[in-house]
């Protein structure tokens, strides 16, 4: 029969799990409870923010399709052009 302390123990163990998996706090990057990235939000943020900072050259919307598609493996950095290059266009909407 299991102690007092174990009992406890395991108590403490499953109510630290419940507060780390429901708590509000959004830190970005994200992280997972297994200490590995979103990668996936973190390419959704970064297509937002090149749109934010590009308007209408930039294709949000193509550039979001694209995380979906390739499971965020290919992160657009606004500053680095050969990244955000296929979301670019010169056309005036």
Same mark, same amino acid.
């Given at each position: 029969m299991p102690s007092?302390?174990?009992l406890l123990f395991i108590?403490?163990?499953? @109510?630290? @799990?419940?507060l780390i998996e429901n708590?509000?706090?959004s830190p970005y990057p994200s992280l997972d409870l297994? %200490? %590995?990235y979103?990668?996936?939000g973190i390419c959704l943020k970064n297509c937002a923010q090149c749109k934010k900072m590009f308007g209408?050259?930039?294709e949000g919307q193509l550039c979001a399709d694209s995380c979906v598609k390739f499971k965020g493996?290919?992160?657009p950095d606004c500053e680095?052009? @050969?990244?955000?290059?296929p979301f670019l266009n010169t056309k005036e909407e």
């Open positions: 007092i302390k174990s108590a403490f163990i499953f @109510a630290s @799990a419940y708590s509000s706090a297994f %200490g %590995g979103d990668i996936l209408s050259f930039f493996k290919v992160i680095d052009l @050969a990244s955000i290059a």
